[in-house]
Structure formats: structure tokens, C-alpha cells
């Protein structure tokens, strides 16, 4: 396959930003997760946990709250005071609105999904009406002397509970006024804390009400007479979520120790009707607060501040051995963060609100043998002598004032290969063509969005000549606009996963497109149809470890010289496949680490496969070629990151 | 686990009972209290919570109650009748029985039943049965007979099936029993048989019935001392057959009081029935509660003043005469669940012990319980003296030996026993081993000089008895001192109670063990048993030896090997915290010291290795030793620190645990250590930010 010199890069200081919140909607088996600064991510739970959609943060937007509402409408609340509904298509803002009580600590939507209620710093708990197009303020329950931090609704819709600091209220909807109140005891293992803080409450058909508190407990209390039913201490420290299943026999809780527990209703002997809740598994896959979890039919979800989120399946509950059977952690988004300019070995990196120029070092040894034509200076495994360290450029932080009204919001952008042509996807579904000046910029033409749509193209592909865009967004298919006659080409038909790369061939103009169910497809542009390569990889079938990777394709690069590689990677390898050798069966190794040792020609040419995979770097964010014997590779060690994180609660490993 | 709770009385003055006891007790509207209906003229209303009357009422002088006052849930009113067919109907308010409603009726009544939800019901004695309100309405309309002349009610129950009220009535004639169940939804009454399999001559006892799904589940207790089931089904099959069915009766619950007395017997819930009676002929009274699944004794109670062999059951509280006075017991069954139910498991036999069937199949022991009524009566065991071998043609090889343990000497009974122990197996094999041990203790304990130890011994080898397949068998050990036995005891079976595991600890620390007694019985055992089939035996010598091996390690060992080996098996034993505590209690300071020093030392020499484990075959383990070593501590500790001898080694356990915490503290700090070791480490990694390398791809 032959040698390479990588440029192995660490220095992209790209810290995630902590989990706030995770809303599960059960309709569309999606998940709904907002970060610390404010983003709000969509992963498609049924498309291999893919990370479909992405609203960008802002400090002033700290989402408290998420949830979903009447189907697919999602909605968030933070300290800003503000309710936005996102909208899903254009990924977009929809609007906000301020609710006028004050930093918003909670939120939570009816049962039937029409109306939505916010829990307030000053006290307010105040219900809104979901419109088709906006929310309406109803009316205020009776106002309660601290923030309100949680709430939830019963499942009939009639009363709702709210938890604050050291009480939770049961109110009831058409009054509106308090039921009950129910006090929550500030002792903690004796000693008497200053305040006990209701971070989740979660109201059960039945009337039971469960509370998670900062004193490390999970109550159950009867609404209907307000008295405590029972107490688990599960943690010294508070625990700071809970989500119940929509049967209601098994909820989950997460501690600020990093911990999720699962309760569970089950019989108190076997063959018994009455039923009891039991503590019945601890998790620890988080090492710092889990802020917030979720309860899928499926799975329990968790997300803190360790910026990990948890997709932890019920074994008892998955039916077949697939995807949905393994624990998942997503620390990575499933984007491409950084570009890279080859000729100049430049790389870019994306921070949420400012971006990063380095320029590569370089290394002036030479000699060692040749692979090909290119000279190589040692073996695999050498670290290289530097010459020239690589350079921090610029920090980029103010945008240009001026711009026309169609780059206000743009998803997506990308250069033609030659500088002169700007692609913009903006968020209403269409495609911009601009020409690029000294100093200014000239705008072309515009693609219209398919009649109908408004799905906003979130991945972009420019052929190296310059006469194809490829363009694609999270449902519908990849679409092909010739440049020059600015015209839509083809369409490539749909299929079932979304796009998660897209890349076009140099000189074959083969567009090739991978899906997050790992599928590969290569499709000719000129000829309108999927090549032979695919047809045959397609009949074949990918080797089934290829399809059990759980990180989704980000980036797809070609080799300069030989039209035969594809280069791809994902968060934990990257492989380069050669169209020209035979496609692995089940049988063979797709990945094998170690070198080979004395074996004759023979042999190697008779168990060398396309897939020439590499898992040396990982985690990988980025990798490309830059010319015909030189890699770059981006990693982020997830030390890296923790060490940038707060530091976790201390446990005691010794004695009790 | 059923418990009986410290009993109480109702009445401080004797209440004017008759021969025959107390008409009844029943229920009444207000929870806690019951109307008593003594056998002469008198109703009265009790508190019981509070064991005081609250109303009392009497019917004049030359009238007699004839059937036991009830509630009318629905009212409020208490009814009762005198002379069989007057019928008094009166509320709290009312003082003079004289003067309240009366009604006379036309036909003699045997029992009023009502029951909470449903208008209360008049059975008449000819079998006929009214709703009271109709009665009163027309209280001289004729009344139908049912029943043929001579057929005499015996006993009654009133339930609630799906919310349509059901009664059942048995009748007796000739020596024949049936059962009527009249259904009020369908008006319809259905007549069964009963027929009683083999023991035709026995005369049914007490009744008691409870609603399963499909099926009345009729218990009778029989002279013979059994408890029968029979299942009668709620919604007869085929109604318009005139044949009578008929419903076979199915042995529950084998010779569970002696059939010479009047017993009673009543059900508790699915699992459970309260049996009043003598266990053995000689015996006093007593109260007991079996489980009917697992055919275990629960709990017993002695009335030594004895009972009128009538007992009623209402929520949680059992009623009874003990004596003259009416006695309330509490009663109380928890969940019963595993953890309960085994408490600490013993500890996994090691690979060199033989493993041994601990726990009974139930599914064959209750097959073969079906079997012995259905088909031929010759496999049954028959163990009572009023039945002869001679009545049956072909008797088995249990029962006959069952009669050589009655009669013949121990020398011969150990002979026919081990004939009959080298037979084949058959299913019921642990019942059949357990009557055997049974009827041997029986004979224990009427002659006090018969001890037949090696049958005894034999007997617990064969690996299949448990502690509640012979109650006895253990107390008779301790009571004579037997060690050996004991040990035994303590190996094979999974079910010992913490009372009598306790027992036997003090009786190994007590100075009952002694060299030359032991070396005396070892003799004696090794005379008595065949070498090849005894297994246990040499595991038991291994055990004994195996102390032997650490005293010559160190001098230090506290006690004899024998000792040790003794107290190694009550270390293995199984036990449930909570009850075994308030048993140490019991035992004396010195003993305490003295299995603490032995403790302490198995602690020692444990840390002696790097697995923590003591030599031998089947040592205690570490655990053990630890959780002995804490609930003695818990059980004992200030006795322990007021004696002297104590004193040493509570300062080495202070100690121990001292040092315990200092580790703790010094793990922890080393942790921080760690910890700071690796962020530098990291540090160093992390300054490599970039790199140029070469990869080769293949």
C-alpha cells in the first residue's frame, strides 16, 4: 500500500461543551441534547445514534430546559428568560419569547402536548398555550416563594408538580392554586444542610409523586395526601435528574457522583400483584454530575458535564443482537471541524465562536527508501526530526459587518477548489453560488429548493474542476447541480440513512456518498448511475466488522495520483480502500495491527483486501492527504479534554 | 415465616361454656370487635384490642341459645336465635334482649352466616337456606326440607365468589359425608359426595374451607390425625346430570395431632392452617401452624389447660378456650420469601464433600401423597397402633420396620434398618427416612432408656433428612449429650433454627466436651458403621484432624481439636442475623471469651497466607469468621468489657481495627500521591502536540 509521512496533530484544543439537558420524543426516536452554551443537537436514535441536526450556541442562551411538544415541535428555556422553539427544517431559531418571570429553571410540556408550562427564578409557574405557529401566554399559578426547578405533569393532565427549594407543590391545573405542599427534609445523614434543592420531580398515573433532591435522595410521596411514602438514599451528593418510562415501571436517576440508577417496579415475590419500586442497577460511565437523563423503551440516556452522553440499552428489553445492544458513548460531534488547505499545509479549526489558523512544521529528513516514487525518510513507527515546529497563525474572531441578506445564515459553506467560487447552503433549503473578488464578492446564482422543501442542505460537495456541486440534507436525497449550466443535474436516489460524507472524485467525477448505517456508495456523476465498484460492493455486502464500527464516516479525501483510493475515517480509524484489490468476505481479517512478518509475496497479495485500515490515531477528528506520501491527522486525546474539565466530586477508594 | 404472638385473654371471669364450649365467635361491623356466643344464654360483645366487653346481653332464664349471634354488616344489628327458632334481632343501644325484635319461625334454624358486603343468610337445619330479609318479611312461611332424615349438618361456611354469595354445607349419615354448595346468583345447589378413600372408618373432626379460583377447598381433619383436602368445584360442570358427583379427598398434611382428642383445625391463608390438638397421644394441647406446601411445622404453642377443640380465625387474631377462658393468640404470617426463608445459606461444599440432595423434591412427595389416597391403600404408611399389620395383606417394608421400632430392641432394630436402607430407593424416600427417624424419637421419648444412636446416626447419613423432617431429633441429642450426633446435625442439614444452633454451641463450650467422651464415642462410631458407605465419617475425622495440624503450628490454639472441629461446623451452619443475636445473649461471658479467642486465632492464622484461607478440607473462611466474630461482639459487648479475661483480647480486636483504619487513611493518601504523579505524567505527554511520523500501511 505503501509508506506515509503524517503530520500527527493535538493541538486543536476543542473542549466540548457539558450536557444540560436530553429530551427523548418517543414518535420519531429521536433525542434532543443541549449543551452549556447554549447548542441543541438532534441524534436520530433509529440511524445509528447519527447526530443529524445542529442548532449553534451562544452564551446568552443557556438552556434550563428542553422538551418536546405536540409531536415534533421542540422547544428550550434558559437563564435568559426566554422560551425558543427551534425550527427543525431551516435549522433555525423558530422565535423566542420572553416569559417575563425571571431566569426559566424548567419546563415541561402537557401530556396531550398542547401546552406548555415554565417554572420561574421568581416563584411563577406560568402556563403556555402551543399554537400552530407561536405559544400564548394562559395564565399564572399561584406564585410560590422560591425558583421553581423542576415540574412535572401528571399523565392525565389535571395536576402538575413542581419542585423548589425544600418543597414541592402539587397544583392543580384549572385553579391553578397549590394542592399540596409537601416538605422535604433538610437532614442529610444526620447533619442539616443549609437548603434542600428539588432538582426532579416526575408525577406518576397513579399519584405517586418522586423527587430527586440535593441531599441525595429519591422520595416517593402520594399526592393525594401529601405524605412521604419512602426514601432511598443513593448518593452524598445530590442527584440531579430523573426520567421515568412511559410505562411507568422503571425510572432512572443520575448523581452528581457521576452514577445513574435505575429503579424498577417489580413483584414483591414472584407470582404476587402488589409491586414495589427497587433500586436495581448502578451505571458509572460518567465521571463527573450526570445533569440530566432520559428514558428510552429501549435504553436509559444520560449527558453531564463530563460533555459525554451515555445511550446505555435495557438488555431485557433489546430483542436482537444489532447497534441498539451496545453501550454508546458520543463525546465527538459528527461533523467536520477543521479543513485543511493542502497546497499551503494549512489546517482550520471550528470553535463555536471563533476559529483557529496553524500552519504545519515540516522535517528535513531525508533518504531511507523509496515507496514508489516518493522518498520516505525511515520506517513505519519513526518519529521524525522537526525542522520547522508548527505555527499558531491567527485567531479569527469578528465577522464581517456587511453581507448580503442571503449569507445572514448560512449551514454550510465551501470554496471551489480553485478560490474563486463561494458555495453558501442557507437555511432555507437553497444553494448559493457566489464569485469570490479581491475584497468583494459577487453573488451568481441561487438554487432553489425543491418545491415543497425547506430542509436546509447541511453537507456540500464541490468536484476539483469545478463543474458539480453535490449537495445533501438530513432526509432527503443527495442532490447534483451542474455549475455550469446552473441547473440540477440528478438526483441520487434515497436512501434510508442520512448522508454523514460526501466527496466528489477527481478527474471520474464519482461522487462518493457514506451513510451512518456505514454504507459506502459510489456514484458517476456524468453517467447518472452507481459505478461497478459499488454495484459489486453492494452485492457483496460490507465485511460485518465494518459495519459494527459506532462512529459514523466524517470525512472522505482522495489520493492525488491514484484514482483507486478513497480515503475515510472516522473518531477511531482511518482506511484507505483501494478499488483495484478484491473486497473482503466475512472470513478474512478486515483489520490486522501487526506487520507482516517473513510471509512470501504470494501470500500477502493473496489475503490483501481493499481496506487498508489504520487505528493508530484515534480519537480521529480529522485526517486527509495532502499530497501522494503525506497524511495529516487530527486527534483530541480525551485526556486532553478531561484535564480541561472540572474536577469530579472525590470519592474515598479506601475505607468507608 | 407464620409466628404466634404472647397471647391474651378476652374475659377475666370464666364464661358459662358448656361440655361442648363456646357456640362461636363472629365478626362485627366495627373492625377489632367480635360477638361471643358463650354455649348457655349469653351474648357478648367484645373490644379486643382493648380485651374489654363492651355490651353484654342475655336471653331469660329457661330459654338457651341455639346458634351463635352475628352482625348483619348491613344494618348494624346483631341477630341471634334461642330456642332454635325464635329469631332476636337488636342493636348496641339496646339493653334488654327481652324486649327487642322477635320473630318466630316455622322450622328449626342451624346457623345464621353473614359475612361483610351481602345480606346475612338462615340456614335452616333441614338444609334449606333464606336471605334474612325475606325470613322477616314472612317469618311463618314454610320452610322446604333438603336433606334426607337421619343426614345431620355438620358444619357450614359462608363465602363471597366473585361477589355473589356462596354456601357450603357438609352433612353427615351413616358415616357418610356430603357436601351441598348453594349458589345464590343461579339459585342453584349442587350435592357432592365426599368420599373419604380408605379411612372410612375415621369420623371427620373439624372442617375448614377457603375459596381457591375454580374450587372450594375443603380441609378436613380426621380421627386419624390427618388433614385431607378436597377440592369442590364452584361452577359444577355438568348441572343437568343427576348424578351425584362425588369429590375425592387427597391427604394434605400427615398425623399432625393425635386423633383421640377433640381437635380443630381452621385455614390462615393458602399455605397455612392452625391445627388445635395433642401432637402424641400423651402430650397436652397444642396450638400449631403448618405449611401445607412445604408440609413444615411453623410454630407451636402448648395449652397445657387445655381447649374445648374449637378455634376460630378472623383477620390476624386466632380464638380459642384455653382452659376456661377465651384466649386470643395473635397471629402472624410475613411474605415469605427466599431470603427469609434461608437466611445465610450454608457455605458452598467444598469439591470433597459428596453433594448431598439438601432440599426435598416437593413436586414427587405431594405426587406420592395423591397416590397413596387414589389408588392401593398398601402403599400408604400407616403408623397408627389401632390399625394391624394383619389387616393388610401386603404390608411395606417402612411400615414394617415403623412396628420393629416400636417393639424390638435397639441391637435389632439397627438390623433391620440397615436391610431396609439397602433396599432401592423409592421417590418418597425422604418422608419414608423421615417417619423412620420419626417413630424411633417417639419411642425416645416414652422410654426414657432408648437410644437408638446408630440407627439415629444411620439415618442422618443417608443424606436426605432436614431439620423439619425430624423436629425432635436434635433436641434429643442435646438432651443426651450427644456431640457426635450434634456435629453430625450440624453438617447435614440446611434448616437448623438459630435457637438450636445456639444450643449447641454452648454445649460446645461448655465443659460437656471432653477428650476421653469423645475418643469413648469415636469408638463407638467407628463399631457401628460400615466404613465404605459412610463418606461423611471421614470427612468428619478429616475435620477433627485438621485443627490438630494448626495446634502444631503455633501453641497458641485456645482450644482442644476437638473442641475446634465442633465449633468449625457450628461456623459453617446457616443463620439469619436477627434471630441468632437475642440467642447469644444466652450464653455465658466466659464461653464467649473463650469462641473469640478461637476466632481471633482462625483470623490470625487466615492472614497467615496470601488467599486468606485455612488449611484442611472444607475450613471455615474468612467471612465467616468475621461475621461470627461481629455478632458475638454485638450480642455480648458489655458483658465482655466489664469481665478481666476479656480484656486482651477486646485491646487486640481494638487494635486490629485500629490498624485497619490507619491502612485506610494511608491508602488514601497514597491515592492523592498517585494521583498528582499522574497529572505530571500527563503533563509530559502533552507536550508532544505534534509530531511528524511515518506509517506504513499494508
Known sequence: MGEFKVHRVRFFNYVPSGIRCVAYNNQSNRLAVSRTDGTVEIYNLSANYFQEKFFPGHESRATEALCWAKGQRLFSAGLNGEIIEYDLQALDIKYSMDAFGGPIWSMAASPSGSQLLVGCEDGSVKLFQINPDKIQFERNFDRQKSRILSLSWHPSGTHIAAGSIDYISVFDIKSGSAVHKMLVDRQYMGVSKRKCIIWGVAFLSDGTVISVDSAGKVQFWDSATGTLVKTHLVANADVQSIAVSDQEDSFVVGTAEGTVFHFQLVSVTSNSSEKQWVRTKPFQHHTHDVRTVAHSPTALISGGTDTHLVIRPLMEKVEVKNYDAALRKITFPHRRLISCSKKRQLLLFQFSHHLDLWRLGSTVATGGKTSGKFLVPGKHGDTLPLSKDADHLLQLKTKVSKMPACLRSAVQIMFSEDSTKLFVASNQGSLHILRLLEGSFKHLHTFQAQSGTVESMCLLAVSPDGNWLAASGTSAGVHVYSVKRLKLHCTVPAYNFPVTALAIAPKTNNLVIAHSDQQIFEYSIPDKQYTEWSRAIQKQGFHHHWLQRDTPITHIGFHPKRPAHILLHDAYMFCIIDKSLPLPNDKTLLYNPLPPTNESDVIRRRTAHAFKISKKYKPLLFMDLLDEGTLVAVERPLDDIIAQLPPPIKKKKFGT | ?698
Open chain 2, 1 to 698: 415465616m407464620a409466628a404466634l404472638e404472647e397471647e391474651f385473654t378476652l374475659s377475666a371471669v370464666p364464661l358459662g361454656a358448656g361440655p361442648d364450649g363456646l357456640l362461636g365467635v363472629e365478626q362485627c361491623d366495627k373492625t377489632d370487635q367480635f360477638l361471643i356466643t358463650d354455649g348457655g344464654r349469653t351474648v357478648i360483645l367484645y373490644k379486643v384490642s382493648d380485651q374489654k366487653p363492651l355490651g353484654s346481653w342475655s336471653v331469660k332464664q329457661g330459654q338457651v341459645i341455639t346458634c351463635p349471634a352475628v352482625c348483619n354488616f348491613q344494618t348494624g344489628e346483631y341477630i341471634v336465635v334461642h330456642d332454635s327458632k325464635v329469631l332476636r334481632l337488636w342493636t348496641n343501644e339496646d339493653v334488654n334482649l327481652d324486649k327487642v325484635f322477635k320473630a318466630t319461625l316455622s322450622a328449626e334454624v342451624y346457623r345464621i352466616h353473614s359475612i361483610p358486603g351481602t345480606e346475612p343468610l338462615v340456614l335452616f337445619k333441614e338444609g334449606a337456606v333464606r336471605g334474612l330479609e325475606a325470613l322477616l318479611a314472612e317469618p311463618q312461611q314454610k320452610i322446604e326440607t333438603v336433606i334426607s332424615d337421619e343426614e345431620v349438618i355438620k358444619w357450614t361456611k359462608f363465602f363471597m365468589v366473585f361477589r355473589h354469595p356462596a354456601l357450603i354445607f357438609i352433612t353427615e349419615k351413616h358415616g357418610n359425608y356430603f357436601a351441598y354448595v348453594q349458589k345464590f346468583n343461579s339459585s342453584v345447589l349442587s350435592k357432592y359426595t365426599l368420599l373419604l378413600g380408605q379411612e372410612e372408618n375415621f369420623v371427620i373432626q373439624s372442617f375448614t374451607a377457603s375459596l381457591d379460583r375454580k374450587f372450594i377447598s375443603l380441609l378436613s381433619l380426621s380421627s386419624d390425625g390427618c388433614i385431607y383436602e378436597t377440592l369442590i368445584p364452584i361452577h359444577p360442570s355438568d348441572p343437568e346430570k343427576n348424578q351425584q358427583p362425588r369429590v375425592v379427598r387427597s391427604l394434605l398434611l400427615k398425623t399432625v395431632v393425635s386423633g383421640n382428642a377433640r381437635n380443630a383445625l381452621s385455614v390462615l391463608d393458602q399455605d397455612h392452617v392452625a391445627v388445635l390438638g395433642p401432637p402424641l397421644p400423651a402430650s397436652k394441647e397444642c396450638l400449631s401452624i403448618w405449611n401445607t406446601k412445604f408440609q413444615t411445622l411453623q410454630v407451636s404453642k402448648e395449652l397445657p389447660q387445655g381447649t374445648s377443640g374449637q378455634l376460630w380465625y378472623y383477620g390476624e387474631h386466632l380464638f380459642m378456650l384455653h382452659g376456661k377462658i377465651l384466649t386470643v393468640i395473635p397471629y402472624k404470617c410475613e411474605m415469605s420469601s427466599l431470603a427469609g426463608a434461608l437466611g445465610k445459606l450454608k457455605h458452598g461444599q467444598d469439591s470433597g464433600t459428596q453433594t448431598m440432595p439438601h432440599f426435598v423434591n416437593w413436586e414427587t412427595s405431594q405426587g406420592y401423597g395423591l397416590e397413596s389416597k387414589n389408588s392401593e391403600p398398601s402403599k400408604r404408611i400407616l403408623r397408627r397402633r389401632t390399625i394391624e399389620p394383619s389387616v393388610q395383606p401386603e404390608v411395606p417394608a417402612s411400615q414394617q420396620l415403623l412396628s420393629i421400632i416400636k417393639k424390638d430392641s435397639e441391637k435389632h432394630i439397627e438390623i433391620e434398618l440397615r436391610k431396609f436402607l439397602a433396599t432401592k430407593r423409592t421417590p418418597d424416600f425422604h418422608t419414608v427416612i423421615g417417619d423412620i427417624a420419626i417413630g424411633l424419637l417417639e419411642r425416645c421419648k416414652t422410654e426414657p432408656s432408648f437410644y437408638p444412636r446408630n440407627s439415629l446416626m444411620q439415618l442422618i447419613q443417608m443424606h436426605v433428612l432436614s431439620y423439619s423432617l425430624c423436629p425432635g431429633l436434635m433436641e434429643v441429642a442435646l438432651e443426651k449429650t450427644d456431640i457426635q450426633m450434634l456435629q453430625l446435625c450440624l453438617q447435614q442439614f440446611p434448616d437448623i433454627p438459630e435457637a438450636v444452633t445456639c444450643a449447641c454451641l454452648k454445649m460446645f463450650l461448655s465443659d460437656a466436651v471432653q477428650d476421653e467422651k469423645m475418643e469413648e464415642q469415636m469408638g463407638i462410631l467407628q463399631n457401628g458403621f460400615n466404613p465404605e458407605e459412610d463418606n461423611c465419617d471421614n470427612c468428619d475425622k478429616e475435620l477433627s484432624k485438621k485443627p490438630q495440624k494448626t495446634v502444631e503450628e503455633t501453641t497458641s490454639c485456645p482450644v482442644i481439636p476437638k473442641r475446634a472441629a465442633l465449633l468449625n461446623a457450628v461456623l459453617h451452619s446457616a443463620y439469619s442475623e436477627s434471630f441468632l443475636l437475642p440467642h447469644l445473649k444466652d450464653i455465658p461471658a466466659q464461653h464467649i471469651t473463650l469462641f473469640l479467642q478461637y476466632l481471633y486465632f482462625l483470623y490470625l492464622k487466615c492472614n497467615e497466607n496470601a488467599t486468606m484461607t485455612l488449611p484442611g478440607i472444607h475450613p471455615p473462611t474468612l467471612n465467616q469468621i468475621m461475621d461470627w466474630i461481629c455478632l458475638l461482639l454485638d450480642a455480648n459487648f458489655t458483658v465482655l468489657v466489664m469481665i478481666p479475661e476479656a480484656k486482651s483480647l477486646l485491646l487486640s480486636l481494638y487494635k486490629f481495627v485500629k490498624s485497619q483504619i490507619c491502612i485506610c487513611s494511608e491508602l488514601n493518601k497514597i491515592e492523592v500521591s498517585f494521583r498528582e504523579l499522574k497529572k505530571l505524567n500527563q503533563e509530559k505527554n502533552n507536550r508532544e502536540l505534534y509530531s511528524i511520523e511515518v506509517l506504513e500501511l499494508f
